[in-house]
């Protein structure tokens, strides 16, 4: 168990749609990252909060946004949803040490029908 | 840019058999750190290593040795004795360190398959 809580595990929606995943990361850990996990593009960061804060951006498509809460917990939104985002999408969470390894959640697949 | 390379996209062996996933990576960066991870047919990505770029020293944990070559902009992970467990896709990544707490680039993983 890494500790990092991802819900829900699985989403089935509609294109067109709007969807909000959950990441609420370990205890302590500041960092919280959302990747996209796909056959085509592998595994790709989107974006990190740090304490609050957007720290850095990815490869993360404007129909997404994302933001990390006062309790440190995150919520990736994606909306006008396409087939291709079709994913298992990660959270990460690390600590504020320099550099902490980043720890996974068990992801939540989105399959769009 | 960061780039990292895992040229074996799937590799298969029988059981008790050693094998080596290869890593090669591109950076700028002075300061950076490596990974491997653990992706098992489950699906959560589990760690395994981090490696400091300042430190070349080989690794070893249980029947897992990891080897650095800064020379060669590779970092290799070798399990020792296979066992079907072990069946998982590992992938490589590297971040840079400087700034702390920096986002991971992967490679497209290397899918081991150990046959009892």
Redesign the interface.
Known sequence: DSGVTQTPKHLITATGQRVTLRCSPRSGDLSVYWYQQSLDQGLQFLIQYYNGEERAKGNILERFSAQQFPDLHSELNLSSLELGDSALYFCASSGGGNNQPQHFGDGTRLSIL | AQKVTQAQTEISVVEKEDVTLDCVYETRDTTY?L?W?KQPPS?????LI?RNSFDEQNEISGRYSWNFQKSTSSFNFTITASQVVDSAVY?CAL?E?LS??????????TRLSVIA
Not at chain 2, 43 to 47: C, H, P, Q, R, S
Not at chain 2, 101 to 109: A, D, E, H, Q, S
């Open positions: 750190y990974f991870y699906g959560e990505l589990v760690f981090r992938f971040s360190a702390g707490n920096t986002p991971l680039v992967f490679g497209k993983g």
